[in-house]
């Protein structure tokens, strides 16, 4: 098991910046990806960012440019420094693991609000 602590959502206007954070339970030598999902109301769970246990990442061509995500092996943590902020970008934020047998879990949520 892996529980998944996340933080860092709110209430920001548009062209502002916040700072998503992700806590797992284990190390990360067993953990594959690291990844941030988002699902506004209404519309699927859509991926966001992604980073592989080499640092190789990914990214949703909506966030390229704005988005950054990081990860801290050794506090078995990830990050999702996001600027420039959009109403569009309003959404409840999930952190996603993917462990090395395929295994993986989410957090349980963060909302973040872009007022415009």
């Known amino acids: 098991q892996v529980q998944l602590v996340e933080s860092g959502g709110g209430l920001v206007q548009a062209g502002g910046s916040l700072r998503l954070s992700c806590a797992a339970s284990?190390?990360?030598?067993?953990?594959?990806?690291m990844g941030w999902y988002r699902q506004a109301p209404g519309k699927q769970r859509e991926l966001v960012a992604d980073?592989?246990?080499?640092?190789?990442?990914d990214y949703a061509d909506s966030v390229k440019g704005r988005f950054t995500i990081s990860r801290d092996n050794a506090k078995a943590t990830v990050y999702l420094q996001m600027n420039n902020l959009k109403p569009e970008d309003t959404a409840v934020y999930y952190c996603?693991?993917?462990?090395?047998?395929?295994?993986?879990?989410w957090g349980q949520g963060t909302q973040v609000t872009v007022s415009s």
């Open positions: 980073i592989g246990s080499g640092g190789t990442t």
């Open positions: 996603k693991v993917d462990l090395r047998n395929w295994t993986s879990y």
């Open positions: 284990r190390s990360t030598s067993i953990i594959n990806h």
